[in-house]
Nanobody, 114 residues
Framework: VQVVQSGGGLVKPGGSLRLSCVASGNIFDIGNMAWFRQGPGNERELVAHVGSQDIEYYADSVRGRFAISRDNAKNTVYLQMNSLKLEDTAVYYC?????????WGQGTQVTVSS
């Protein structure tokens, strides 16, 4: 299974970005799909996840600003990020679970700066 991310970049505070993550290869039963991030000097943290039944979870720090969604036909998960703050600056990682195995994307830099 290969997981490839796209999106990210530099944005001003209050701006928006959308991240995408596509899984390919031996795909047969994707379960949870999630986004994590790791800011400078911080540990990797869960940002949001969406289960196979479309039940969503958000970290308190992003709830109301970020939206996770999935397209099962395309094996894709998205993260729409609105009202971005300086503290959202981090490398964002996609995580896809299939039958108990975790697959990670390559990471995408998101920088929020004025």
């Amino acid at each position: 299974v290969q997981v490839v991310q796209s999106g990210g970049g530099l944005v001003k505070p209050g701006g928006s970005l959308r991240l995408s993550c596509v899984a390919s290869g031996n795909i047969f039963d994707i379960g949870n799909m999630a986004w994590f991030r790791q800011g400078p000097g911080n540990e990797r943290e869960l940002v949001a996840h969406v289960g196979s039944q479309d039940i969503e979870y958000y970290a308190d720090s992003v709830r109301g600003r970020f939206a996770i969604s999935r397209d099962n036909a395309k094996n894709t998960v998205y993260l729409q990020m609105n009202s971005l703050k300086l503290e959202d600056t981090a490398v964002y990682y996609c995580n896809i679970q299939q039958r108990g195995t975790n697959y990670w994307g390559q990471g995408t830099q998101v920088t929020v700066s004025s």
